[in-house]
């Protein structure tokens, strides 16, 4: 059978289709793909029925085409970016989504499109003018940023115009890629900085944000963030919740029973007040919105290489954020990322170590999983193992 490679980027996973064929308690064994190295569609059917024997019951496609992604070998490019679904709000790569769906439902799988908001290098290269403004540090200026500028209504009207038509495909659901936050620095629009004073009284004024910012190995950090800086954030992560479901609304106008997933950063589960700072991703605003999935990243090594802990913390802190988020939004409605790579050496994680990641999460419980990024590298005995409990 023909070798492939799926890689599974940062980020997020689920898919339903009828009860007959996946019964509601069934847990989501899902992979994201990135890439897969078949060179036609007979190849990719292939490459899917060999995850399937190893358990896979759900596939998350990427379906955009950003200025550094590798092109789908079995895909006939006409534009350099773009996405790969037919849409007039977007240039068009190639359409293959619809045989995408089709291969994987003939299979019993489930298919869920993953999809950029914020990071779309389609929308951005065209319109320059609808990047977002940060605030620099090293200048004391608000300068131009690199991702689009959701609070820019003509932003909005081709999002949502680019998910609707989406939406029109015999998809099970939709993945927001993990570019849906706002970082410290980020969301200093004209048009933001208006409606935050609209809707506070207060000015979004970055010299009233931030203390004691200073320089460390090139990079720039803040000792304190003020007041005024918090009620900002909550106020970003307000606004990204409402960009969502606007987005969520668009693409349920064509199929009501879309389902959708958001991406979770770790920090929003283990470190919610760090996570409001950094990424205007508050948990409890989200569970407001009809998200369907809330998709842990929680990524062991990144998280071991980020925090300096112990494997034995890392593992705990593994066990603690999947009750965290268990208690926030019930079992049904969690999908934890458990990596399988190391994102630097880009060598397969030992077998032993994934399984010990498996466990934590688990700890005997029936929990959707989806692993990232699975490769040709990847041994998927580890898969099978997992969902099939016999790593329980």
Request: aromatic fraction near 12%.
């Amino acid at each position: 059978m023909k070798r492939f490679l799926l890689t599974i980027a940062l980020i997020g996973t689920i898919f339903f289709t009828p009860a007959a064929i996946y019964p509601h308690d069934n847990p989501i064994n899902a992979v994201q793909i990135l890439w897969m190295n078949c060179r036609n569609f007979d190849e990719v059917e292939e490459s899917i029925l060999k995850l399937k024997m190893a358990g896979v019951n759900t596939l998350i496609i990427r379906v955009f085409q950003n200025r550094f992604d590798r092109f789908y070998p079995f895909a006939n490019p006409k534009n350099e970016t773009g996405v790969y679904f037919n849409t007039s709000y977007a240039p068009v790569v190639d359409d293959i989504l619809g045989k995408l769906a089709e291969i994987a439902h003939k299979n019993n799988i489930k298919i869920f499109a993953w999809m950029t908001t914020r990071d779309s290098s389609w929308l951005i290269e065209n319109h320059p003018d609808f990047k977002e403004s940060i605030y620099d540090f090293k200048t004391n200026y608000i300068i131009k940023g690199e991702r689009l500028n959701i609070f820019n209504p003509k932003v909005m009207e081709i999002l949502k115009g680019v998910y609707r038509d989406l939406a029109r495909y015999d998809i099970d659901g939709i993945l927001f890629q993990d570019d849906l936050v706002l970082r410290h620095t980020e969301g200093y629009s004209n048009e933001a900085r208006s409606l935050f004073k609209k809707d506070t009284g207060i000015k979004a004024d970055p010299a009233i944000m931030y203390k004691n910012i200073y320089q460390k190995k090139g990079r720039y950090y803040v000792s304190l963030y003020t007041p005024y800086f918090w009620k900002w954030s909550e106020w970003k992560s307000k606004r990204l919740s409402h960009t969502a479901s606007e987005i969520m609304s668009a693409a349920r106008e064509v199929n009501p029973d879309l389902k959708f997933a958001i991406n979770l950063y770790y920090e929003t589960v283990s470190s919610p007040r760090d996570a409001l700072a950094w990424l205007s991703q508050n948990i409890n605003e989200l569970i407001n919105h009809k998200f369907d999935y809330y998709a842990v990243m929680a990524y062991h090594r990144q998280m071991k290489r980020e925090l300096g802990f112990s494997d034995k913390k890392i593992y705990e802190m593994l066990s603690m954020m999947t009750d965290t988020i268990i208690d926030k939004v019930g079992t049904s409605k969690i999908l934890m990322k458990v990596q399988v790579m190391d994102w630097d050496t880009k060598a397969s994680i030992p077998e032993g170590e994934i399984e010990t990641a498996i466990n934590s999460i688990k700890n005997g419980r029936d929990i959707n999983l989806s692993f990232v990024p699975v490769t040709e590298d990847t041994p998927l005995n580890i898969i099978e193992k997992a969902f099939n409990n016999s790593l329980l």
